[in-house]
């Protein structure tokens, strides 16, 4: 494949604070970035070349979007995806169209790793009241149930105690189709991120333990426990087929429990992932920046650690006031999104390396 050269134009939809690492990841390596979202408060723009606000509808605004850009990627995964094929049609897009198409369904994700040989969750996708109610007559209860779409972070999604919650669940998640899935025994989370070219190139990194509070991560560790090493090499695989299957450009984060026969897929993102930034400073090649190479066509950079240890923690709302005393504490690195500051709101991380 034909590298893209810098000074080439990367458009990034979205802009949250993925597309604003992104952006500095692309200005390192000489990329210029326009950022498209329709949000007032975009995060990104503060990082990018330039900023377009509007809706990702707008076939003028999609056209422009298209002709001022040689590559485009996207940073999350919740938008439409009526206007990302149709910027395909004009533009490289990367990840493709179909990747999105699987991540944003919960039901097709599900189906589609289970046909690759995964391991997942007991599950059943239900439309009514009385499909759940079949639902956890045969998957049983504790359970999760899930909207199809749209849900990240912990929202849409409520739990399921015993048989009796069912009519308050299918009401809170407002009658929506939606998964029901059971709950898995386990001893920890992780994530297996790579990074794919579209000849098909491909390397990943060590999997981070993940843990989460209030379905938020919190914290990213390395190395991982010994749970998590017995799990990797085969849900590295998984994520593999998964990435080869879908002919998949750029980085993919999957999420995995480590369960007692092997690991258990949970949900995989279409993007850059959370459980990753802590390979800014600590792998050699960032999540970002191997993003950046895989969509440009350039080599694939090194996963390696960079610390014997490493620790990603996520600041949630007023986490961040500490900023001065995470900047006085030897070994941190901070990292703050530049918004304006809210309760249950990402701010920011501070990655952690020891020796």
């Given at each position: 494949?034909?590298?893209?050269?810098?000074?080439?134009?990367?458009?990034?939809?979205?802009?949250?604070?993925?597309?604003?690492?992104?952006?500095?990841?692309?200005?390192?390596?000489?990329?210029?970035?326009?950022?498209?979202?329709?949000?007032?408060?975009?995060?990104?723009?503060?990082?990018?070349?330039?900023?377009?606000?509007?809706?990702?509808?707008?076939?003028?605004?999609?056209?422009?979007?298209?002709?001022?850009?040689?590559?485009?990627?996207?940073?999350?995964?919740?938008?439409?995806?009526?206007?990302?094929?149709?910027?395909?049609?004009?533009?490289?897009?990367?990840?493709?169209?179909?990747?999105?198409?699987?991540?944003?369904?919960?039901?097709?994700?599900?189906?589609?790793?289970?046909?690759?040989?995964?391991?997942?969750?007991?599950?059943?996708?239900?439309?009514?009241?009385?499909?759940?109610?079949?639902?956890?007559?045969?998957?049983?209860?504790?359970?999760?149930?899930?909207?199809?779409?749209?849900?990240?972070?912990?929202?849409?999604?409520?739990?399921?105690?015993?048989?009796?919650?069912?009519?308050?669940?299918?009401?809170?998640?407002?009658?929506?189709?939606?998964?029901?899935?059971?709950?898995?025994?386990?001893?920890?989370?992780?994530?297996?991120?790579?990074?794919?070219?579209?000849?098909?190139?491909?390397?990943?990194?060590?999997?981070?333990?993940?843990?989460?509070?209030?379905?938020?991560?919190?914290?990213?560790?390395?190395?991982?426990?010994?749970?998590?090493?017995?799990?990797?090499?085969?849900?590295?695989?998984?994520?593999?087929?998964?990435?080869?299957?879908?002919?998949?450009?750029?980085?993919?984060?999957?999420?995995?429990?480590?369960?007692?026969?092997?690991?258990?897929?949970?949900?995989?993102?279409?993007?850059?992932?959370?459980?990753?930034?802590?390979?800014?400073?600590?792998?050699?090649?960032s999540q970002f920046e191997n993003h950046i190479r895989a969509?440009?066509?350039?080599?694939?950079?090194?996963?390696?650690?960079?610390?014997?240890?490493?620790?990603?923690?996520?600041?949630?709302?007023?986490?961040?006031?500490?900023?001065?005393?995470?900047?006085?504490?030897?070994?941190?690195?901070?990292?703050?999104?530049?918004?304006?500051?809210?309760p249950g709101r990402k701010m920011g991380h501070v990655t952690?390396?020891?020796?």
């Amino acid at each position: 494949m034909t590298p893209l050269p810098p000074g080439s134009t990367i458009g990034i939809l979205g802009g949250g604070q993925l597309g604003r690492m992104l952006a500095v990841a692309a200005a390192q390596l000489g990329y210029n970035t326009r950022i498209l979202a329709p949000d007032e408060e975009a995060v990104a723009a503060q990082t990018a070349s330039s900023f377009t606000r509007a809706d990702y509808h707008s076939r003028i605004v999609l056209d422009e979007f298209a002709a001022a850009a040689d590559v485009i990627t996207y940073e999350f995964e919740n938008i439409a995806l009526e206007p990302v094929t149709y910027l395909a049609g004009k533009v490289p897009v990367h990840p493709a169209p179909a990747a999105l198409g699987v991540a944003q369904d919960r039901a097709t994700e599900k189906a589609f790793v289970r046909d690759l040989g995964g391991r997942t969750a007991p599950w059943a996708k239900v439309e009514t009241l009385a499909e759940l109610e079949a639902a956890v007559a045969e998957i049983g209860t504790p359970a999760i149930l899930k909207t199809l779409r749209m849900g990240y972070d912990g929202k849409g999604q409520v739990r399921l105690t015993a048989p009796g919650d069912v009519a308050a669940a299918w009401e809170a998640i407002g009658r929506r189709p939606a998964i029901l899935e059971g709950f898995v025994t386990f001893s920890h989370e992780f994530s297996i991120i790579l990074a794919r070219r579209g000849d098909g190139q491909m390397v990943s990194y060590p999997p981070p333990w993940n843990e989460h509070k209030d379905g938020v991560l919190a914290r990213s560790t390395l190395p991982a426990p010994a749970e998590v090493a017995a799990s990797w090499g085969e849900a590295a695989a998984l994520a593999g087929r998964i990435a080869d299957q879908l002919e998949y450009v750029g980085v993919l984060a999957c999420e995995f429990f480590a369960g007692a026969d092997g690991p258990v897929f949970n949900e995989m993102a279409p993007r850059v992932h959370n459980s990753g930034h802590w390979t800014i400073e600590g792998a050699v090649c960032s999540q970002f920046e191997n993003h950046i190479r895989a969509i440009c066509g350039l080599p694939l950079g090194d996963t390696g650690l960079t610390a014997p240890t490493v620790a990603m923690e996520n600041l949630i709302g007023h986490d961040a006031d500490r900023w001065a005393e995470i900047l006085a504490e030897p070994g941190a690195h901070l990292h703050l999104y530049g918004k304006e500051t809210r309760p249950g709101r990402k701010m920011g991380h501070v990655t952690r390396l020891g020796r």
